[in-house]
């Protein structure tokens, strides 16, 4: 198997700690799009990060995946700070999961996953040994997509694909897992089978720290620990989901009035005037 060759600060509790993060973009004049950010994910924490388009999220989730610096203010990922640290390994140890990721179409589920191993869109053959193979039939019998491992991806459905990304994800054996609108476009029962594998994923890893970018209360498991809301690049709120997802605090952050109800561990919004 593929070993890494640099590795996370050891012992990590803050797997991210924002200090003040401000990222600001100079057009005309010099637009503020995260003002102050300060925010910590514990290891086996599992974060929503919602707020209104134009909020900040896609910053937020750049600063903490490793893609971009913050104007002002401190990030440490993983117990190294931005800056400080070459970037590239860093995001070896991140899983990233998104819909606009590319990956090769034509390609198996098993050899999309496998790519993983070596955060390439194409695979290199050569880097996979027999371990690394196997833990790629691993992962996606765990994110519940044996049956895929020879179909092509691009003829898996919406669903199926971000289960399989999953497993791709997991391949470095990540201590970070980021997951940008991993629901986008999908039909109910998609949404659910997704659902169930992220509750089992924080069953089955009780180490990995997760942050879910969505957009909608009802996409989030149970097994969700706590959440962020921004508003025009600012915390409004931020802490245990139970004291987060409020009608109060979703009404202000969405601007308009949100009830907000949670059953058998899910939450549930509505929104009218």
């Known amino acids: 198997m593929i070993q890494p060759s640099w590795k996370p600060t050891a012992e990590l509790d803050a797997v991210v700690a924002l200090t003040g993060a401000t990222v600001s973009r100079r057009t005309t004049g010099q637009e503020i799009i995260l003002d102050g950010i300060n925010w910590t994910v514990r290891s086996g924490e599992h974060w929503a990060l919602l707020g209104p388009n134009g909020a900040g999220k896609t910053t937020l989730l750049k600063l903490i995946g490793a893609v971009m610096h913050p104007t002002d203010g401190i990030v440490e990922v993983l117990g190294h700070r931005l800056g ?16 606009s990721q590319k990956v090769p179409r034509d390609a198996t589920a098993h050899t999309v996953v496998l790519t993983g191993a070596t955060g390439t869109v194409q ?44 497993s791709r994800a997991l391949m470095a054996d990540p201590s970070l897992l980021l997951l940008d609108e991993p629901f986008n476009a999908l039909d109910l029962p998609s949404r659910e089978d997704l659902v169930d594998a992220l509750r089992e994923l924080a ?17 989030l498991p149970p097994s969700t620990t706590h959440a962020l809301l921004l508003k025009e690049g600012r915390t409004l709120a931020s802490g245990s989901v139970g004291g987060v997802l409020t009608s109060n605090y979703m009404t ?22």
């Open 84 to 99: 400080e640290v070459d970037v590239r390994d860093l995001r070896a140890h991140i899983g990233l999961v998104s819909a």
């Open 123 to 166: 695979p290199l053959w050569r880097r996979y040994d027999t371990a690394t193979r196997e833990r790629a039939h691993h992962l996606l019998t765990e994110l519940g997509c044996k049956e895929l491992t020879d179909r092509r991806f691009g003829d898996c459905s919406g669903g199926q694909r971000a289960r399989i990304l999953i």
């Open 203 to 219: 069953a089955d890893r009780t180490d990995l720290a997760t942050v879910t970018v969505t957009h909608h209360v009802e996409e």
């Open 252 to 273: 202000s952050c969405f601007g308009r009035p949100i009830r907000v109800a949670r059953h058998e561990g899910r939450w549930y919004a509505r929104s009218g005037r």
